[in-house]
T-cell receptor
């Protein structure tokens, strides 16, 4: 079946603009994760959903970052009033189980550039 | 603090020249250790999960091993198509829902 998809693949925003990044997980996957990956670094955890419940948002860097998954499938990561330090690749991953011990499958990412 | 360190940062190999990548970790009560491969412009691709010291897993030219303090990714007779960044991540009991990644090893295999 299809893997995790993300859109847009590339986004350029002017400083101060709001952006919305979309993630379509693998069908039937209970868990969904967002990560931020700076150039030359490993991904860093942002937030985690089990179905529609956001169980962990400890990695969100500021209150300008907001994520939702209202129907337990598609998720949106929203960044308000973007800053240059928000420039990064935003990765979405999904997993088939809500009990943690399952592999996370990643999408291709959205590369955000804030000018 | 839970931490993952990968070495070397970059590795250049001749085709057929076997080598190993290292992932050392400090985490209390490791729940799982994961290896991913990442190609430029793509998301990480899952390779292996290891759960306990002494465990080994193989896939084609790759073999992953785990001890109580580190994991190795052994690459036997690599080919140019093995060129990628290899990421290691751990899962800790304190925050089992998130993966803690290292910065990766960038592998280049030349023909």
């Amino acid at each position: 079946g299809a893997g995790v998809s993300q859109s847009p693949r590339y986004k350029v925003a002017k400083r101060g603009q709001d952006v919305a990044l979309r993630c379509d997980p693998i069908s039937g996957h209970v868990s969904l994760f967002w990560y931020q990956q700076a150039l030359g670094q490993g991904p860093e955890f942002l937030t985690y959903f089990q179905n529609e419940a956001q169980l962990d948002k400890s990695g969100l860097p500021s209150d300008r970052f907001f994520a939702e998954r209202p129907e337990g499938s598609v998720s949106t990561l929203k960044i308000q009033r973007t800053q240059q330090e928000d420039s990064a690749v935003y990765l979405c991953a999904s997993s088939s189980s809500g009990t943690y011990n399952y592999e996370q499958y990643f999408g291709p990412g959205t590369r955000l550039t804030v000018t | 603090e839970d931490q993952v360190t990968q070495s070397p940062e970059a590795l250049r190999l001749q085709e057929g020249e076997s080598s190993s990548l290292n992932c050392s970790y400090t985490v209390s009560g490791l729940r799982g250790l994961f290896w991913y491969r990442q190609d430029p412009g793509k998301g990480p691709e899952f390779l292996f999960t290891l759960y306990s010291a002494g465990e080994e897993k193989e896939k084609e030219r790759l073999k992953a091993t785990l001890t109580k303090k580190e994991s190795f990714l052994h690459i036997t007779a690599p080919k140019p198509e093995d060129s990628a960044t290899y990421l290691c991540a751990v899962q800790a009991p304190s925050k089992p829902d998130k993966l803690i990644f290292g910065t990766g090893t960038r592998l280049q295999v030349f023909p």
